[in-house]
Structures are given as C-alpha cells and as structure tokens.
C-alpha cells in the first residue's frame, strides 16, 4: 500500500487551490446553471444562438468562459460578474477596446465608468491589466474628466461610511481608488472607485502621488 501515498499526494497537488480548472467537458459534475441576467449578453459574446433562455450548450460554454477567466463559481450562469470579467478580457486583448482613453506619453489611470472597468496605460501600452471596479451610485456618482492623485493612505478608514479603505488613492475630494471586500457587482459606491483588494494593492503598489487618472462614462443604472 506504501505505494497508494505519493499518489495521493500528487493528486492533492494537481489543482492549486486558487485558480479554476482548466476548461474541458470533463470537469465538474453535469452542468445545470439556470437562466440569469446576462444571458443573451453572454450568448452573444460566445457566439451562441441568443434566445435568452439557457440551455445544456449555453451552460458548459458559460462555465468553459468561467474557468478560463478564473471566475467563482464557476456553474455555468450568466451573472453579471461573469460578463464584467469577460468584458475586462476583451478590453485586455483588444487596443480599439482602449480607444477611449487618451494615449499619452506618461502613466494614465483609465477609469471606464460605463463598462465598470479600470486599467492603466502608458502610451497604448497596458501596464495594469483591465479589472472590474465598481463606482459611485445614484446621487454619489464618481466624477468624470481628468483628475490627479493628490493622497495616498494604504490603512484608510472612513469616519464618513465606517469601513475600511485599504490601499486609498485620493483623486477627487474624497473620493478615491481603493479595496473592498463588498461585492462590485452589486449597488454602487459613495462616490470612489472600488476594487478588488489584491487588484487595489497591485495598483497602489504601481502608481505613485501625482498620477493622472481619466475617467469617462456613466454607470449603469446611474443619471451622473
């Protein structure tokens, strides 16, 4: 039986703990995701015939997509985070998805408020990757236009909301990028930039005071 043990810890070693499994009709139980929200956005996106109504075929394609981009849980439902990280990939592929941030010579911080989606270029050049955000709601909508990093605290707490603020960038008053451990895919903010906070803490760790940040668009579901 000695032999059963480097088995076993090979197997336990397979599928790291942090990323989803590669795609493939073999993983996972048999997929039974229902319709959801985002369903024709999706079919559309993956070229499936685009009815609205989820199917056996939509299903494991939406799951396929969840696993490839890393997206929990990965059962094959047509939620708005699965669309957000879709649409961050396409905008991370593809320059002409870039267009509407100005190209300069320096960093740029782009803020599309319309998408939900940050990333930072220098030139056309992406040097932080596209990543859902979630910004202000109606009546705290995050301000457009350019706009310049003028404070930087990686402990804030806010004494206004009476939450943690990690890893804060100041651009606008008090409105700044930062972590949450809320859900960007539900409401809005008080005004700043939400992000994930391991993607607030890359883009802390990138950006420095002075940065210049240019946001455009408006927020679903948002008049700002």
């Keep these: ?8 810890a090979v197997l336990s070693l397979a599928v790291p703990v942090s990323y989803a499994a590669p795609p493939g009709p073999a993983h996972g139980p048999a997929c039974r995701g229902g319709t ?4 024709r956005q999706l079919e559309r996106e993956l070229r499936l015939p685009v009815d609205g109504r989820q199917s056996a075929a939509d299903c494991a394609a939406i ?3 969840q696993q490839r981009l ?8 047509a939620t708005l985070r699965t669309y957000r990280f879709l649409v961050a990939d ?3 592929r593809d320059p002409a998805q870039r267009r509407a941030c100005p190209a300069k010579p320096y960093r740029i911080t782009c803020v599309d408020l319309t998408r939900q989606i940050l990333w930072a270029q220098s030139g056309r050049r992406l040097v932080f990757d596209p990543v859902p955000v979630r910004s202000g709601r109606d009546g705290l909508e995050t301000r457009r236009g350019w706009q310049r990093i003028y404070l930087r605290h990686r402990h804030h707490y806010s004494t206004i909301y009476h939450v943690p603020m990690p890893y804060a960038q100041f651009f606008n008053g008090g409105q700044a990028l930062h972590g949450t451990r809320s859900d960007l895919f539900r409401s809005g903010s008080g005004g700043c930039v939400n992000l994930a ?7 802390y760790d990138l950006l420095q005071k002075g940065d210049r940040i240019y ?6 579901g948002t008049g700002g």
């Design 1 to 8: 039986m000695r032999w059963l043990l480097p088995a076993i």
């Design 36 to 39: 959801a929200p985002y369903q």
């Design 63 to 65: 799951r396929r997509l």
């Design 70 to 77: 890393g997206v929990r849980p990965a059962d094959g439902r």
């Design 90 to 92: 396409k905008i991370r």
């Design 197 to 203: 906070v391991n993607d607030a803490r890359r883009l």
């Design 215 to 220: 946001l455009w668009g408006t927020k679903p």
